[in-house]
C-alpha cells in the first residue's frame, strides 16, 4: 500500500537550535537544509512513497528541495507542530481520503531506503510508530487507512503515540531512528553514512568544516 508523507521544516536559519556550533555559523542554515535534502533524496526513491507534502514557515527559502518531486506548502500561522502535520495530512487527504498518510522528520541525513521501505511494510496498514535511537522521540509515525493521523509529537512523544494507539516497529532500522538534534546525534549519523550534501559539511569523521 502506497503512502504519503508530510514532512514538516522550519526556516533554516531558526531549525536546530541545539546543533549550532557543529559547523561554522555561517554554515547553520546550509546544514539544517542539507539535514532535509539528504532525508528527501532517500525519501522520495522508495517505491511506496507516492507523495512528499513538506509544510513549512517560509516556502520560499527552500528552493534547493524542487528537484527532488516534493511537494511545498505554508504551514498554518498558529497552532506549531502537531496543527502543521495535521494540516499537511488533510491536504494529502483532500484527494485520497482513504489513503495512509504519515509524518516523517526532516533530520535523518543517513536515512536509507531500505529502512524506510522496512517500516512501511512492517506497519502493515496500521497506525505505527518509530521511536528515534534513544526511545523517546518519534522520526515516523503512519495512519492507519482513511484514519486520523493524531500526531502528538513533543516530549516524550513515542510513548504518547503508542499510548494513542500507534503499534510500535521493533525492527532495527539504524538509518530511520537516527534523527539529528545535536553535534553528538549528528557524529552518530557520519558513522552510519550521512547523504551527499550533509558530509559535504560534516566529514565522515566527524571533524566540522571550517
Avoid at 19 to 24: C, D, F, P, Y
Avoid at 42 to 57: D, E, F, K, N
Avoid at 85 to 109: F, I, K, N, S
Amino acid at each position: 500500500m502506497d503512502v504519503d508523507l508530510v514532512v514538516p521544516l522550519k526556516h533554516p536559519r531558526e531549525g536546530k537550535s541545539r546543533l549550532r556550533g557543529a559547523v561554522a555559523a555561517d554554515q547553520h542554515a546550509e546544514l539544517v537544509l542539507a539535514l532535509a535534502y539528504d532525508t528527501l533524496a532517500a525519501v522520495t526513491s522508495v517505491a511506496g512513497v507516492r507523495r512528499v507534502l513538506v509544510v513549512a514557515a517560509e516556502p520560499g527559502a527552500l528552493s534547493l528541495l524542487a528537484g527532488l518531486g516534493v511537494e511545498l506548502v505554508t504551514e498554518p500561522a498558529a497552532g506549531g507542530l502537531n496543527q502543521a502535520l495535521r494540516h499537511g495530512a488533510a491536504v494529502l487527504r483532500a484527494d485520497t481520503p482513504e489513503h495512509v498518510v504519515g509524518a516523517l522528520q526532516a533530520d535523518l541525513p543517513a536515512l536509507r531506503a531500505g529502512d524506510l521501505a522496512h517500516a512501511l511494510s512492517a506497519a502493515d496498514g496500521r497506525r505505527a510508530v518509530v521511536a528515534d535511537r534513544q526511545g523517546t522521540g518519534t522520526t515516523l509515525l503512519l495512519s492507519a487507512p482513511g484514519a486520523p493521523l493524531d500526531p502528538r509529537f513533543g516530549p516524550g512523544s513515542a510513548r504518547l503515540h503508542v499510548e494513542s494507539g500507534a503499534v510500535p516497529l521493533t525492527g532495527e532500522l539504524p538509518s530511520l531512528r537516527s534523527d539529528v538534534d545535536t553535534a553528538d546525534d549528528l557524529r552518530h549519523a557520519a558513522a552510519l553514512g550521512l547523504g551527499k550534501r550533509t558530509a559535504a559539511l560534516f566529514p565522515a569523521e566527524g571533524e566540522p568544516v571550517r
